[in-house]
């Protein structure tokens, strides 16, 4: 009888701490889930403000070429060259919101994932960030530097 308790409670030790890495496994998995949805937006986000950054280096090439080169008086949406670059700078603004609001998405559902279990959230994403993702963090947000 003694040697079945014993066993008994092995066994419900050995069952507790397959439960335990099974859900630790489960947590790694979706974290790394998520980090890699959060860098395939950042680089998403990344790549589409240096395009309009190239964009906006063109408009003012463009401009400077009417204005200074060709000695145009003025320039507006009508002028070759112009509406166009601004069609493109407008399509990227609207791109980059998209993916800012999809890593918003993400981060508001780490938050909920989190607080679920009773973890606290840190960061964004309910995690601690690294000086270089919170100053991407704060750039990212900075009404400044949206179109």
Known sequence: MAG???WRGVERA????????RDALDRARSKARELGE???LRLDLLQLE???GRLLEELGALIHDRLGVQGQATVSRGTPGVKE???QID?????CAAKRAALEQLAAQSAA?????GEPAQ???GQSMTKDEKNDAERLTDASDRV
């Open 14 to 21: 050995v069952n507790q701490g397959l439960k335990g890495s």
């Open 38 to 40: 959060r860098g395939a």
């Open 123 to 125: 960061g964004p994403t």
């Open 113 to 117: 994932i989190q607080e679920a279990r």
């Open 4 to 6: 079945s308790a014993l």
């Open 50 to 52: 240096r395009q309009r």
């Open 91 to 95: 399509d990227v603004a609207r791109r």
């Open 85 to 87: 670059l601004l069609m």
